[in-house]
Nanobody, 128 residues
Framework: QVLLVESGGGSVQSGGSLRLSCAAFGYTYSDYSMGWFRQAPGKEREGVAAIDINHITRYADSVKGRFTISRDNAKNTLYLQMNSLQPEDTAMYYC??????????????????????WGQGTQVTVSS
């Protein structure tokens, strides 16, 4: 059974930084493409960043240059370094996984329907 557990969320002021982690259990982590998504109250869940098994990364335009996704296959852990946080980044952040054989385009890599497994989320709140 695939289990994803996020951590690292919290409350910060505008301009601050946070590092989210997503620990993966129950599967061969290196065989899965991974993504970070977020959902603000009253809004749809949206893709933030994605990384495939070859460490190729994709970012939403809203976070390019501020967020960095990375993975450590030895630790079965996904990371999201978030810098220059703004109030509009406030949301519940989720990590997600999908088997790498399910080929995705660059656009699909940031789309919710293409991911199979999801964590429970970690809250990020940015105050102005």
């Amino acid at each position: 059974q695939v289990l994803l557990v996020e951590s690292g969320g919290g409350s910060v002021q505008s301009g601050g930084s946070l590092r989210l982690s997503c620990a993966a259990f129950g599967y061969t982590y290196s065989d899965y493409s991974m993504g970070w998504f977020r959902q603000a109250p009253g809004k749809e869940r949206e893709g933030v960043a994605a990384i495939d098994i070859n460490h190729i990364t994709r970012y939403a335009d809203s976070v390019k240059g501020r967020f960095t996704i990375s993975r450590d296959n030895a630790k079965n852990t996904l990371y999201l370094q978030m810098n220059s946080l703004q109030p509009e980044d406030t949301a519940m952040y989720y990590c997600a996984a999908v088997e790498s054989w399910r080929q995705m385009t660059a656009v699909q890599a940031l789309e919710v329907p293409y991911y199979i497994y999801w964590g429970q989320g970690t809250q990020v709140t940015v105050s102005s």
